[in-house]
């Protein structure tokens, strides 16, 4: 695939629109920016698909008490279709209250002028020591902290999804 210098800048203002979006704690505007069938990863989450990196967006915006701050510091889309991106998250981790800067390498694959595959690269041995402070930030030189994260935040996603379901409330039918 290659792609014309028009589509090359229309992914640019892509990718501007999704940072601009998560400045702005808008995680329905983020999520507008991915097919529907996109996959997202990162250190904490892990690989998501089927819809569930759009939830995180929104999820992660719900939850930023309006103290989320992104900055795009590069963005950069080549005529084959992918892209990188380096940013910076300033905010308060809800579960703990403690300020955390997260310097992030993203890397994107676009697909019908939307992102299909978006992956962030962090120091998560970084982030955990911010975010969950100094003892659990320890366990940021094991593979124990991925596992636990991945844990954590899955189960909060979860939740995140069976309250906020687009179609409604989900009720289990009684057996």
Do not use: K
Request: include cysteine; hydrophobic fraction near 40%; charged fraction near 25%.
């Amino acid at each position: 695939m290659s792609l014309s210098p028009a589509e090359v800048a229309a992914h640019e203002e892509l990718l501007e629109r999704l940072y601009a979006a998560m400045d702005a704690g808008d995680g329905d505007a983020m999520a507008a920016c991915y097919t529907p069938d996109a996959t997202f990863e990162d250190p904490a989450f892990g690989h998501l698909e089927d819809g569930r990196g759009q939830a995180m967006w929104r999820m992660l915006c719900q939850s930023s008490g309006g103290d989320l701050r992104a900055v795009l510091l590069d963005r950069e889309v080549s005529r084959n279709g992918t892209g990188t991106a380096h940013w910076i998250a300033d905010y308060t981790f809800s579960q703990t209250g403690r300020p955390v800067h997260n310097d992030v390498h993203a890397t994107f694959v676009f697909r019908d002028g939307l992102i299909a595959a978006h992956r962030d690269r962090f120091d998560l041995r970084a982030w955990a020591g911010q975010a969950l402070g100094p003892v659990p930030g320890l366990l940021g030189r094991t593979p124990l902290l991925r596992l636990l994260m991945h844990r954590r935040t899955r189960s909060r996603l979860d939740e995140f999804i069976a309250a906020h379901d687009r179609r409604g409330p989900r009720t289990r039918a009684a057996s």
